[in-house]
């Protein structure tokens, strides 16, 4: 088999090498910009959508370089998506816009921009960025209204009927409220309120992903062990493990503190033998207090350091889960909705409301009051449904980008959408400024696709959550890209050369 080597390059070919692979991704998911968009049919699970992240995962370029501008590039989408949820494709969008902004005014020959060092780029485009981060944030709008929010959920879903049934939901929940949306196989989209928690912190490790395409990890009906104990080692709860195994688990939760190389080798080896061990983060804020309202939710027993040896373990005091979603940086876990989940809830519920009845503190105060929200509103499960696989596969990619961004524009605010907001920014910035172009690129783009009588409605709206994410992560990557003179990456192995070495083997043996 052939060993695949390293390739260098270096000096202004390598910058120009990985812009045009970051712009063959741009210029693919770009296109699904705006209400007048393209859609992509994707080989991978036979899907037709105009998600940005799940285009843009899916493309790989031949040459080496030119795949690393693409990946780099790609890290916009994913990073927006883990963020808020949402605002993938404008991410890549402005990252294209400024990275093609920079690079036309390098001179093939020096790395500079005028008598500028790269580091002198990089630091004005931070410059620039938090004047149109502070220029955005004044222009902001609350959310008051139910009607405001199926209007924002309408920007994403682009479906009235979904749009009604997010917005709504939302508004009932309030804007700690969380909804996730889900597939039925019933004809009929529907939602379904049901108990749960949703905490800051993700999976463990990446062995944890079920779905390539979000980078989550998402479980039905699963157990799950609680603990604010560091797991060194699974040793000491390899027996209650077993205990579990032997009554029909093929797989489990770990929702631990904390992970050492070895616990998390240990739950590699497991999962590979046929029982699933996933690694999750326990919540980072107030850690101890929330795994207890999670123990209300799922059951089971939380494993206090303070209170219980970790040997201790039985397998009934693990959890268990309805659902258990995980991303990269946080998760949500529902319970199953029975009696004995509602007692618990309720007991736990009065326990909040004694504390914060008796905290001085109004930031703990507010802490309290979002956590009773929570274990008494639960979760919004959206079920979506079509009259086809296909027809649902596209609404749930939709779906998912509109419950974010509906949340976390009642939790925000919104700036006019369809690129308004930036487009306004740009007309007040000085002609020197880097973003005065790129910030126009979205509005130019969601225009350049749709008819010659269009005009942008004025309930289309933007969170501005998503364009603070946008706006950062479209200007680190376009700084690094353009600032890049030295690729050093793997090539891809010859597969002729791989058939030659196997032939040549086999002569040998004969």
Not at 246 to 260: E, F, P, Q
Not at 318 to 336: E, L, N, W
Not at 385 to 397: C, F, L
Not at 409 to 430: D, N, T
């Amino acid at each position: 088999m052939s060993i695949p080597r390293r390739i260098v390059k270096t000096g202004p070919g390598a910058r120009e090498a990985l812009i045009k692979g970051a712009n063959a991704v741009a210029d693919a998911v770009k296109r699904t910009l705006g209400p007048f968009v393209a859609n992509a049919a994707l080989e991978k699970g036979n899907r037709i959508t105009n998600d940005g992240v799940s285009i843009a995962s899916e493309i790989y370029l031949d040459d080496e370089i030119e795949n690393r501008g693409a990946t780099i590039i790609k890290e916009t989408c994913r990073k927006a998506n883990d963020m808020v949820g949402d605002g993938t494709t404008s991410a890549i969008t402005l990252a294209q816009a400024i990275l093609n902004s920079i690079s036309r005014s390098l001179a093939n020959s020096k790395t500079i921009l005028g008598k500028k060092t790269p580091a002198e780029i990089i630091k004005q485009i931070e410059t620039e960025r938090k004047e149109v981060t502070e220029r955005l944030l004044a222009m902001k709008k609350d959310i008051t209204t139910e009607k405001e929010l199926i209007d924002s959920a309408r920007v994403s879903v682009e479906n009235d009927e979904l749009a009604e049934l997010i917005g709504k939901t939302q508004f009932k929940l309030g804007k700690d409220g969380v909804i996730i949306a889900d597939e039925t196989a019933l004809p009929e989209s529907s939602v379904e309120i049901v108990s749960g928690v949703q905490f800051d912190n993700g999976f463990g490790s990446s062995i944890s992903i079920t779905n390539s395409e979000k980078q989550t990890a998402e479980f039905d009906d699963i157990p799950v062990f609680m603990t604010n104990y560091t797991l060194e080692t699974l040793a000491p709860i390899i027996p209650a493990l077993e205990q579990l195994a032997k009554n029909g688990a093929k797989k489990v939760i770990l929702l631990s503190r904390g992970y050492t190389t070895e616990s998390i080798r240990e739950c590699m080896n497991n999962s590979q033998n046929g029982f699933l061990i996933v690694p999750i983060n326990a919540p980072y804020v107030d850690q101890s207090n929330i795994l207890r309202d999670i123990q209300a939710v799922i059951g089971g027993r939380f494993i206090d350091h303070d209170e219980s040896p970790l040997d201790s373990v039985q397998s009934s005091d693990f959890g268990f889960a309805k659902k258990f979603i995980a991303s990269r940086y946080s998760s949500s876990v529902t319970g199953k909705g029975d009696l004995q989940e509602k007692e618990r809830v309720a007991k736990r519920v009065e326990e909040l409301e004694k504390a914060h009845s008796g905290e001085p503190s109004d930031f703990m105060k507010r802490a309290y009051k979002a956590r009773i929200a929570q274990l008494t509103n639960g979760f919004a499960m959206l079920k979506i449904g079509a009259t086809s696989e296909t027809e649902r596969k596209y609404k749930k990619d939709k779906a998912d980008d509109a419950v974010n961004a509906v949340r976390v524009a009642y939790q925000e605010g919104v700036v006019p959408g369809a690129g308004l907001a930036f487009k306004e920014i740009s007309e007040g910035l000085p002609d020197t400024y880097l973003l005065k172009k790129p910030l126009l690129c979205i509005y130019e783009q969601i225009m350049s696709s749709a008819p010659s009588d269009f005009k942008i409605e004025d309930w289309v709206k933007d969170p501005v959550k998503v364009l603070r994410v946008v706006l950062d992560q479209a200007c680190s990557v376009a700084s690094v890209l353009a600032s890049a003179e030295i690729v050093v990456t793997t090539k891809n192995p010859d597969p002729l050369q791989d058939v030659l070495a196997r032939a040549k083997g086999a002569e040998s043996q004969e």
